[in-house]
């Protein structure tokens, strides 16, 4: 069987990266993460970041390309990345989260990243940095 997939979203904006701090589960809450979510049957990778990036922030957003790559969460379960763009709306944490913060390249390292997200959030910071 094939592995079950989270989608993840390395949204940018003016040159900055958005990292949202998990408020749930108890071993996660504190540490920062692109915002996503689990990708259900029937839907791609990219229908499902749509779906999870309007649910847990309320905006509009256009996956652009895939980050290479996918990182393994537990058994049967990996992370794909995307870069994403705005379309519409200002992020808000109504679900999942009770902080953003909008990061330039200098100031990712200011927060806690989720281990996994780690590699993907790199990529994006290498090619905002080329933008
Ligand atoms: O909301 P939903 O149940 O679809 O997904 P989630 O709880 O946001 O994420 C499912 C799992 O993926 C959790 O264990 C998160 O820790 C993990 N995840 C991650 O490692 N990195 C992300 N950027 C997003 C989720």
Request: with cysteine.
């Amino acid at each position: 069987m094939s592995d079950s997939v989270v989608v993840a979203g390395a949204v940018c904006d003016g040159g900055r990266l958005l990292a949202a701090r998990r408020s749930a589960p108890p071993e996660l809450a504190g540490r920062w993460e692109l915002p996503g979510g689990k990708q259900e049957p029937g839907e791609s990778g990219e229908q499902a970041l749509v779906r999870e990036l309007r649910e847990e922030l309320g905006v509009e957003a256009e996956p652009r390309e895939r980050i290479p790559g996918e990182w393994p969460l537990k058994p049967g379960l990996v992370l794909r990345v995307w870069t994403v763009r705005l379309v519409s709306g200002v992020p808000s944490p109504l679900e999942d989260h009770d902080e953003l913060r909008w990061l330039t390249p200098d100031e990712t390292d200011t927060v806690d990243w989720l281990d996994q997200d780690r590699p993907a959030v790199a990529e994006a910071v290498r090619r905002l940095r080329e933008a």
